[in-house]
């Protein structure tokens, strides 16, 4: 990402998370619930543990924002870890004067960050990398792309997802997504909009919570809204296919990202392929006063928006905490061992999605400001207001522009 960064900081049960968003314009209207909202989303799901029931996420400001509005200095967030008056005493940065580390971590789980974490860090102890790879850490994700998600919304773009396959079950494609595409997921337990696999869906968390196991899956992200021309196809790292893929397999236990049709494209001729151009009419100032045949390609060609609904897939593998847990080697004598199995979630899928959405509006806002960069929000809107009418200007009736 180029000009709108954003950073976090905090282990799972440390005192707190911190978000920092660095590159905002000024005069961006901004309250507290937007930002909580996301994060109750976030926490929703069906499969989550009991650490859900002990966190309330939501955010106080530490900088950046005055009377409701962005000041174009960084944003800073801090979330509190409920959680933390539980675990003063194991995670305190100063230790416990006398006493020795509690809570230790030395069986390591296969698929979590703990084994190489300890090799590689010189460490003693999993819980100093796994405090830091838990999940927790996007709820501070989800806070920054709340952000994003604000700026993306001045200018008419929305951002949802839904669950499309749980634990094995794949749920029935929509015939068209519903519109606003949140409300209706989020009405679901397990954010599926297809009924008959969500009652399926939550008999698989049942079997596997059941069976000390876990269970992943695959979500759809979608926005809506784009203009036509996010993204660039000059240099490999200004694509905006690869900067979406980078961040969004950066989301803990995700192992695919797709775009469209994905590996699906690999299979098929270039004729079924290809999304035909049509002209198009009213209304489609943001695709450049054309449409496609279809969306194949998910709003995406060469690295750029090309005003279609951009259509992501992320797969998710299930969580390495195991309640019936796998084999694996005691760091002390070497000996076989059962892995560690702390409290943990069955599933996450849902709430993935919700990180999913956060990810991908932080990189949409980053091409946005890219693409229409401005010091305030009006600038920016300025910005955009006058490559749309240039690109109005420029139809085949208005031959004005080459
Ligand atoms: C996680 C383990 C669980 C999850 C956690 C991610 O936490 P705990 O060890 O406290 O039970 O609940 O996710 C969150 C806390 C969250 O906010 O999403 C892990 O090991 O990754």
């Not at 900081?9 to 660095?22: F, N, P, Q």
């Not at 999304?275 to 709003?299: K, M």
């Not at 060609?301 to 309640?323: C, D, Q, S």
Request: proline share 6%; charged share 25%; aromatic share 2%.
């Amino acid at each position: 990402m180029g000009r709108l960064t954003f950073t976090t900081a905090g282990e799972s049960h440390g005192r707190g998370l911190v978000a920092v968003v660095e590159g905002l314009p000024a005069g961006l209207p901004l309250g507290a619930e937007a930002v909580d909202r996301e994060l109750a989303r976030r926490m929703q799901g069906y499969g989550r543990g009991a650490r859900m029931k002990i966190e309330q996420d939501r955010i106080e400001w530490l900088a950046g924002v005055r009377a409701g509005e962005t000041l174009g200095s960084p944003v800073a967030m801090l979330i509190r870890n409920l959680d933390w008056a539980n675990w003063e005493d194991v995670m305190a940065p100063e230790g416990v004067p006398g006493e020795p580390r509690r809570r230790r971590v030395a069986r390591p789980r296969p698929g979590h960050a703990d084994l190489a974490g300890v090799l590689k860090y010189g460490r003693q102890d999993a819980r100093d990398v796994l405090e830091r790879a838990s999940a927790r850490e996007t709820a501070a994700r989800v806070a920054a792309g709340a952000v994003a998600r604000r700026l993306l919304e001045e200018v008419g773009v929305e951002i949802g997802s839904h669950v499309v396959a749980l634990g094995g079950v794949r749920a029935a494609e929509p015939a068209e997504w519903p519109a606003p595409l949140n409300a209706a997921a989020d009405a679901s337990p397990v954010r599926v909009l297809d009924r008959a696999a969500e009652a399926e869906m939550m008999a698989r968390i049942d079997a596997a919570k059941a069976a000390g196991d876990t269970l992943g899956g695959e979500v759809e992200v979608v926005a809506r809204g784009l203009p036509v021309g996010l993204g660039s196809h000059v240099s490999w790292d200004r694509k905006l296919d690869g900067r979406l893929a980078a961040a969004l397999m950066s989301i803990p236990a995700v192992k695919g990202v797709a775009v469209g049709l994905g590996f699906e494209a690999a299979a098929r001729p270039g004729s079924a392929v290809h999304d035909p151009i049509l002209p198009g009419g009213a209304g489609d100032a943001t695709r450049g006063g054309y449409r496609r045949a279809a969306n194949r390609a998910g709003g995406l060609e060469a690295g750029m928006t090309n005003g279609e609904p951009l259509v992501l897939r992320v797969a998710m593998k299930p969580i390495a905490t195991l309640m019936q847990p796998l084999p694996t080697v005691h760091l002390d004598t070497g000996e076989a061992a059962q892995a560690q199995s702390e409290r943990s979630d069955v599933t996450a899928v849902p709430a993935m999605g919700v990180i999913a959405e956060a990810m991908t509006a932080l990189v949409l806002a980053d091409a946005l400001l890219e693409k229409c960069g401005g010091d305030s929000l009006e600038e920016m809107k300025r910005n955009l207001a006058g490559y749309l009418a240039a690109l109005a200007a420029r139809q085949p009736d208005r031959p004005t522009v080459r």
